[in-house]
């Protein structure tokens, strides 16, 4: 006998959703609900972005292409990354970019390929981490993760955009009155982010492919072009070089200075998470199981490694031609360079036409910087929250998530007042957390695995990590204020949440086995079933017999009729919704029912709704109060799920079924 299901609260949530079940379906209310959580089961999963899981049958893409998925946030960095550091790094800025670059490739890029190899299906390092710690420690940490990530994303989206308005403002061909009004220009840009996803954004690697493509094409113009001058007047590399020795006594110190600077380079490691998250959509072979997607891992090792190299190589080139062409003074806040200093170089070297063609296509790729991370963001909060019970169900609808985001953003816009430099160390905290933790998930594993050359290598990697974090969130701590608020807002309203959604009926699916249909129609066969609710223990015969006596005579259940025992083991509390499985067993000539759930009072009232379609009858369950504070019984039910079971029993069954006809009967005695 399998369960068609509990009408649990994801089918509520969209029967509701059109808004024509009450006649009140023509109103402007109802017809902007409708609209706003159009397709609440299913749009959100699938939604085009970097976080986006392929269907199966649509056979994914080849690696090349999905890579510039992940380069419209990784390769878009280059629009400000060789400004942000000259800023952060000033002469040295070529040296601490080496370093930066021997951390991606021997720490970030092996990390973020063991991590494809061990989370195949796009969940990315949170959820290793989610599934190393078990109970509410992981979701806490998982919460807390989510706030970072946010951090990353929703700065991606700001950023990107201020500095989409800062090349549309420095462009030759502007309109003067757009000059000074970044902060309106990227508001504007983010509003139509939200205003495109709204609408509907259907398929993002049509656009992301020639959109990358061109973009890295320009850049290898301008560099080339900068290096040909650099050759053709080799007076600028030493001008270069005796001006950095003028500041650090020698080359070792101009070295040691770039190992402490370089973490305020790390917003030029972004991408990686990313890399992981679009595995679902490569193609990989024709042998792929689900179990083992030999071919989508070995691709996705490709993915990560190519654009890591591309980017290393990019980076370097642009630090050494911006530093070397380009005055200082230009990179300050209000110059000519700032925040666009490959533009600067290509309209200096290549012409107004040229530089404008170029800034075009940088504008282009940062705004769709901002609507991969928007899509990252509408894949990533679906993907936890909800299924910890932490977040109502119109947030697997695209259209709220996506309002709740830009009102987000444009605060966040409004806080930095559109300014690259100011938020660049929010990006890079972002960024580096993301990074910890993955080499830290990475780190246990192979710790677990018992691989010591392993464990040795990846613990030292996540030491590096830690000391770039703490050092940039110590120089530029507006990126853990920006953090601290996301996760005060994530914790506060999931947990406000997971409390509101408590007493839900929280089972998708219920299940009998064999044994338990068995025992259940015999039951039935007699009447409306009897189902005394007990503790799992295994009790002896004369226990189970003084039970059900005490139970006869203290619930006055009637006759002599059959009871069936229902037992309910507590797999993980801190779990929302889950399938629930019942089986049947008879001991003592006791007939039990036997269910693991993670709560006591959600599971048998799912089981109860069941058995009552099952059997076409309301049954009946009987229970015996609970001593204690009734204040430490909810305490115990929301945080270990077991308390006072009777009266939160009834009340998931009021909530759950609004007809007291057809309601269980729940009896105390």
Known sequence: MSGAGTGGPRAS????????????????????????????????????GPHRSEPAEAGGHRWYRVMC???????SSLGYAPGIAVLAAGLVSPLATLVLIALTLFGALPVYRRVARRSPHGEGSIAMLERMLSWWTGKLLVLVLLG?????????????????????????????????????????????????FLKGFREAIGVAVPLVAVYLLLNVVVIVASAARILSEPVVVGDWWHAMLAEHSSPLAAVGVALIVFPKLALGMSGFETGVAVMPQIKGDPGDTYENPAGRIRDTRKLLTTAALIMSCLLLLSSLCTVMLIPEPAFESGGPANGRALAFLAHQELGEVFGTVYDVSTILILWFAGASALAGLLNLVPRFLPRYGMAPEWTRAVRPLVLVFMAIAVGITLYFDANVDKQSGAYATGVLVLMLSAALAVTVFAQQAGDRRATIGFGTITAVFLYTTVTNVIERPDGIKIAGLFIFAIL?????????????????????DSTAERLVHEAAAKGPLLIVASDPTEHTKAEYRAKEYRKREETHIPGKRPLLFLEVVIRDSSDFTEDLVVHGSERYGVRRLRVAGPTVPNTIAAVLMRLRDETGEIPHAYFTWTEGHPVSHLLQFLVFGQGETAPVVREVLRRAEPDPARRPRIHVG
């Not at 998925?69 to 390769?75: C, I, N, Q, R």
């Not at 508001?187 to 139509?192: A, E, F, K, P, R």
């Not at 506060?492 to 009998?512: C, G, P, Q, W, Y």
Request: hydrophobic letters at 45%; one cysteine or more.
């Open 13 to 48: 949530a969209s029967a509701a959703a059109p808004g024509d079940g009450d006649g009140d379906g023509g109103t402007t209310a109802a017809r902007c609900r409708a609209w706003l959580l159009q397709g609440l089961s299913e749009q959100t999963a699938h939604h085009p």
């Open 69 to 75: 998925l992940t380069g419209v946030d990784y390769f």
């Open 148 to 196: 970072f990530a946010a951090t990353d994303f929703i700065i991606t989206i700001t950023l990107s955009a201020a500095d989409a308005s800062a090349h549309i403002v420095e462009n030759p061909y502007a309109p003067t009155w757009l000059h000074g009004e970044n902060l309106w220009i990227t508001l504007g840009l983010i509003g139509l982010l939200g205003a495109v």
């Open 492 to 512: 506060t309203t999931s947990f406000a949440s997971r409390i509101h959604r408590a007493f839900e009926l929280r089972a998708a699916d219920v299940v009998f």
